[in-house]
């Protein structure tokens, strides 16, 4: 591509309607080099918006670590004997189902508002305001968990974490994929996933240090841990760049111009100017197809199926399996392994994870979004079928007991190169850019219904107190995945290789999800005509 000439670098805030053609031809010659970019000359080009988007993921961490901490402390013998009850000789000390539910929920809780929270205050304060004010939130929270005397406190405290977690979770893939070009897009959005992978690995490692502890300290230090990240976080992220996107919607275009010269290595910055015309333009197209940025206008128009995918797809992940395999420690004691081996096991398997988010990098590159999607939902539904029939089988031998455990380490290793990942990218690319935040706050908010759902019903299914199916609670998660594999395989459309402009029109034509791939699009066409699978349409 051509190097501008210095009389095209302009201030683009002084734009008018009469040169509106001069800002769709830089952004066209900006679409153009998205789509030349390869990965290597994306990392030279754009380094610090590199670090910024792992720099901002990294507060993912402290969810995965939390949600790996709770559910393996009802496997913790200090812990379930200050806050539990005795059951018999066999079993010892247990938390009772109804409270497993409510401390698991409790995180999903608080979670829940506040991904809805962040759409709002990232809407009007923007992505560095509201992330920073809620890393301060959660170094005051974390003294609730540590200190809590009873039950009651503990579950106030996981609540009130969960706010700023929601917060975290939702905004780290947004801003990924506004401060990155198209052909890192995926490769940093999934990154939030190793994020919450190394959360969960950081947690289990902790646990299995502690397992021998019989003292208070065996959960009390696994909470104060949870400091190490806020604190440090807070003074880089003080920092960071907001997000061009965030400025383009309010009108500040040099703000945006800034933003992306922030983000962009110095040999390229004369070329802030064409990224910024295609943010533009992008965001006019948008207002022509659907003007409004609230809550309600995600389920209007073509936004509607932007919303069904992006929930459908996060939804996924609690129904899949995850329930009971994404913190393995308690599946595998129940399983019938003993408590050591149980938490050892978990190291293991969270480390496959690391290694399978990984591996989803190269596989993206390779497959795309859909494919890795439906065959990892087809891969871990047989894989939960495997082990409920292990354990109908062959559910009180030795041999049975680590049959189950390495097929769930197996599960574990698919659902971290597939599902766990990819669901990242997708809910990164799939909403329109006026309409990102808010999207994504309610595919979480999904993610956390279901998370709650599943939470509420596996410890009934698994708790020797109750149902005590052991390995047969896989025949029900296997057929839940089943029903999202039929869902993927007719909704879920590729999004791979394609800007938000190009993805926009897509939608606009309704074109189906298995045709996505197939279909060119070209949001240049000449007299207002946009051209749709070969076809030019008025």
């Known amino acids: 591509m051509a190097k501008l000439k210095s009389s095209e670098v302009h201030e683009l805030e002084q734009v008018n309607t009469t040169q509106g053609s001069k800002i769709n031809d830089l952004a066209e010659q900006a679409a153009a080099d998205e789509h030349q970019l390869s990965v290597k000359d994306a990392i030279h080009r754009y380094p610090k918006a590199i670090v910024w988007s792992i720099l901002v993921s990294t507060a993912i961490i402290m969810e995965g670590y939390d949600i790996v901490l709770i559910s393996s402390f009802f496997s913790l013998p200090s812990f379930t004997k200050k806050y539990g009850s005795f059951l018999n000789d066999t079993s010892g000390y247990q938390i009772t189902a109804a409270w497993q539910a409510g401390l698991s929920n409790g995180t999903s809780i608080g979670t829940l508002f506040g991904s809805m929270l962040n759409g709002y205050f990232v809407f009007k304060f923007g992505y560095r305001k509201t992330l920073l004010g809620s890393l301060c939130m959660i170094v005051a929270f974390i003294f609730i968990p540590f200190f809590a005397p009873s039950l009651p406190v503990l579950l106030l405290g996981q609540i009130l974490c969960g706010i700023p977690w929601g917060v975290f979770a939702t905004m780290a893939p947004a801003y990924a994929s506004e401060v990155c070009p198209m052909a890192l897009r995926a490769y940093l959005t999934v990154y939030v996933n190793l ?5 969960q690995l950081v947690a289990a490692g902790v646990l299995s240090a502690f397992s021998g502890v019989t003292s208070q300290w065996a959960y ?5 841990i949870q400091w190490a990240w806020p604190i440090p976080l807070f003074i880089i992220l003080f920092f960071a760049p907001e997000s061009p996107y965030y400025h383009v919607r309010r009108g500040e275009i040099k703000k945006a111009e800034l933003s992306v010269r922030r983000l962009t290595n110095a040999s390229y910055q004369h070329l802030a100017a064409q990224s910024v015309a295609l943010m533009i333009h992008t965001n006019e197209l948008e207002k022509e197809i659907n003007a409004g940025t609230s809550y309600l206008d995600c389920f209007r128009g073509i936004d509607r199926r932007r919303t069904e995918i992006v929930c459908m797809a996060f939804l996924t992940q609690p129904f899949c399996g995850s329930a009971m395999g994404g913190t393995p420690t308690y599946f595998f004691l ?12 978990s190291v293991g ?8 988010t990984l591996i989803s990098w190269k596989l993206l590159h390779m497959f795309g979004r859909r494919t890795l999607y439906v ?4 891969g871990m539904t047989a894989l939960l079928w495997i082990v409920g029939f292990v354990s109908a089988g062959a559910g009180k031998s030795q041999g049975g007991y680590y049959a189950q455990a390495a097929l769930m380490l197996l599960w574990m290793f698919v659902y971290y190169m597939t599902v766990g990942p990819i669901c990242y990218a997708i809910i990164g690319e799939m909403p329109s850019t006026r309409l990102r935040n808010k999207s994504i706050s309610l595919a979480r908010s999904a993610y956390y219904i279901g998370q709650i759902i599943c939470n509420v019903v596996n410890p009934y299914m698994l708790n020797p107190t109750e149902g005590n199916w052991k390995g047969k609670t896989g025949f029900v998660w296997g057929g839940s995945a089943f029903a999202f594999f039929v869902w993927s395989w007719f909704r879920l459309p590729e999004s791979n290789g394609r800007t938000f402009e190009e993805l926009d029109l897509l939608f606009a034509q309704k074109v189906s999800a298995r045709n996505f791939s197939k279909t060119g699009v070209n949001p240049y066409a000449q ?4 051209g749709v699978g070969g076809k030019t349409k008025g």
């Not at 994020?195 to 959360?199: E, H, N, Q, V």
């Not at 065959?375 to 087809?378: A, I, N, Q, R, S």
């Not at 007299?527 to 946009?530: I, L, R, S």
Request: hydrophobic share 45%.
């Open 220 to 224: 009390r230090i696994p909470f104060a």
């Open 527 to 530: 007299n207002g005509e946009v």
């Open 349 to 356: 398997g969270l480390g496959l994870a690391c290694v399978g």
């Open 334 to 345: 129940q399983a019938g392994l003993p408590t050591s081996i149980s938490f050892k096991m």
């Open 195 to 199: 994020c919450w992978a190394f959360g």
């Open 375 to 378: 065959v990892g939902l087809g």
